[in-house]
């Protein structure tokens, strides 16, 4: 076993609750923007939420898999690693999209609909993958993880507050018109000085094991940018469906896999490590991209011509 296996971060019950509280106020803050109608254009538009879903749920964590056997991390950074491809789209996706000048509506279309999957898909993939991983299925069996405990899990933190931010949403639009900026950015605020706090209280975990997790997550994320964007190019998408699905896939809910990690995991070094960093290089890599797809017009699609009758 890796010296990284055997770390355990210095985070107490307290801060777990807080944490759990603020992830929830996250998802509040992101649902005020969701409405019912959001789900229902999936049936206007099924084939790239589709694709996006496919490449986020089915492909990311395969292709994960493969790339943990081929630079064979310590056991806790491969099923952190796992983790983080098991988990649904950021919170920042959609800005990104939108800066990207790709498709913002099917953007925020992948990100509810993948956060409602995300209930059963995460706690699934976690422990198929994680379960197949030669020395990462140990800690599995070590932890005792129960599919169905951390379904209830996922439930309790993305369902609940998703389904509470988009009733007041519908119930006092007037209130969330106003309301609705402010509450992202301090909910988003507050959950950023968090984990600045956290990764203060672990700095020397943190600087001591970061040099090789910098080099999978850049590995990691740019194999899930390059997945949601051919994914989608081969299922004959436009470039501005391409763009949308590629931050979607590459961008992920970083903040769940650490309220996992510490719930389930008793906050095993290597999975967290891997996860914050994750959190904090897809900003740089998604902010990268976009600024580099917003100075290239998407092109226009052509309209499908039409044989003379």
Not at 61 to 75: G, N, Y
Request: hydrophobic share 55%; charged share 10%; aromatic share 12%.
């Amino acid at each position: 076993m890796n010296e990284m296996d055997l770390v355990r971060l210095n985070f107490n019950p307290q801060s777990l609750w807080a944490l759990n509280f603020i992830i929830g106020l996250v998802m509040f803050g992101v649902a005020l923007d969701l409405k019912v109608a959001d789900f229902k254009a999936v049936l206007v538009m099924p084939k790239p939420v589709l694709i996006g879903l496919a490449g986020q749920f089915v492909l990311l964590p395969a292709f994960s898999f493969l790339l943990v056997l081929a630079i064979r991390p310590s056991p806790s950074v491969a099923l952190g690693m796992m983790l983080v491809a098991a988990c649904p789209g950021g919170n920042i996706s959609n800005f990104l999209t939108h800066y990207a000048r790709g498709n913002t509506a099917l953007s925020i279309t992948m990100t509810a609909i993948s956060t409602a999957v995300a209930i059963v898909m995460t706690p699934f993939n976690l422990s198929l993958w994680g379960g197949l991983h030669p020395e990462a299925s140990g800690i599995l069996k070590a932890v005792s993880l129960d599919p169905v405990e951390m379904l209830l899990a996922v439930f309790l933190l993305l369902g609940l507050p998703m389904a509470a931010g988009m009733w007041v949403g519908y119930r006092f639009p007037r209130f969330v018109e106003r309301a609705h900026k402010p509450v992202k950015i301090f909910s988003l605020a507050v959950f950023g000085l968090f984990v600045v706090g956290a990764l203060a209280a672990n700095w020397q975990y943190f600087l001591k094991y970061v040099g090789f997790v910098v080099f999978a997550v850049f590995l990691h994320n740019g194999l899930a940018l390059l997945t949601g964007y051919f994914a989608a190019k081969f299922a004959g998408l436009p470039e501005r469906d391409r763009r949308a699905v590629s931050i979607e896939v590459g961008i992920q809910n970083s903040a769940l896999g650490l309220i996992l990690i510490f719930n389930f995991f008793d906050g095993l070094g290597g999975m967290a490590i891997v996860t914050a960093w994750w959190g904090i290089w897809h900003i740089v890599s998604g902010l990268t991209v976009a600024t580099l797809w917003s100075r290239i017009a998407p092109p226009i699609p052509r309209p499908l011509s039409r044989g003379k009758g």
